[in-house]
């Protein structure tokens, strides 16, 4: 069996930058072993498979995985699947996408970008004792929660955020836990990293999902509904957010690095 692959890195101003996600189109579902084995083989942080929907209202069916198992929400493969369809199809302005377990996601042109759409999920506070003994930071600010298993930390500074030297066994041990550590930014209005160590990613590099946690906790807090982004991971990405209702929305650019044929 041939399967087209295509490589692109999301977020991205420029190759080698942003979060690298493989979108492979499908005809028809494989069992979930083989797109398990399959993300596995690509080793990035996710694979996104698409299929064409005849359905009112869904253009693709989408599905994503990390080398280990598949995931609840992924944001930069999302962008990077719109990035896929809508730069082979320049009549299509947006590319709506039916999710398992997020619902509807939606990706749209945007000048020599694009938007894309996520729920909104609010963290609430809680104590998280082993993942900020596992970062190995000092000077907490808040620690919060959302159900979905992020853990969202926030400290002070963005000096902070980048020395961070985590313990990536200590926070793998504490399951499939996205862990997200944020604080105030210096040339964007907030700073972040995400470590993902009980899904096979001891860093990611650009996470759309773990926006969709900080912007409806940084927009009360900053007083304002759009404010821009930098996850500071050796990679590096930056984001525009916006907080719509229960929408949040996230702006950002994308390149295609490889094309190819998966062998199967």
């Known amino acids: 069996m041939r399967l087209p692959i295509t490589q692109i890195d999301a977020f991205a101003r420029a190759p080698f930058e942003g979060n690298p996600a493989a979108v492979m189109p499908l005809a028809d579902w494989l069992d979930d072993a083989t797109l398990l084995a399959i993300a596995a083989e690509n080793n990035l942080s996710e694979t996104a498979f698409i299929v064409a929907s005849g359905d009112d209202g869904v253009d693709f069916d989408l599905r994503w995985f990390t080398p280990t198992s598949e995931v609840v929400l992924c944001g930069h493969a999302t962008l990077a699947s719109g990035h896929f369809v809508l730069s082979s199809s320049p009549d299509m302005d947006q590319v ?155 702006g950002g650019q994308c390149v295609t690095v490889m094309e190819g044929t998966f062998l199967l």
């Open 96 to 250: 709506r996408f039916r999710t398992r377990k997020a619902g509807m996601l939606e990706v749209a042109r945007v000048g020599s970008g694009y938007e894309l759409a996520l729920p909104a999920w609010g963290p609430s506070p809680k104590p998280l004792p082993a993942i900020v003994a596992a970062l190995g930071v000092d000077g907490v600010n808040e620690t919060l929660w959302h159900q979905h298993r992020y853990g969202l930390i926030v400290l002070d500074t963005a000096d902070q955020v980048r020395a961070l030297d985590p313990d990536f066994r200590a926070l793998a041990r504490e399951g499939d836990v996205l862990t997200i550590v944020t604080a105030p930014g210096e040339n964007t209005d907030i700073i972040s990293r995400v470590f993902a160590c009980g899904a096979g990613i001891d860093e990611d590099p650009v996470t759309g999902s773990a926006h969709a946690v900080m912007v409806p906790y940084w927009a009360k807090r900053l007083g304002r509904d759009s404010f821009t982004a930098y996850q500071a991971s050796k990679r590096g990405g930056h984001l525009t957010c916006r907080l719509d209702g229960d929408r949040v929305i996230l």
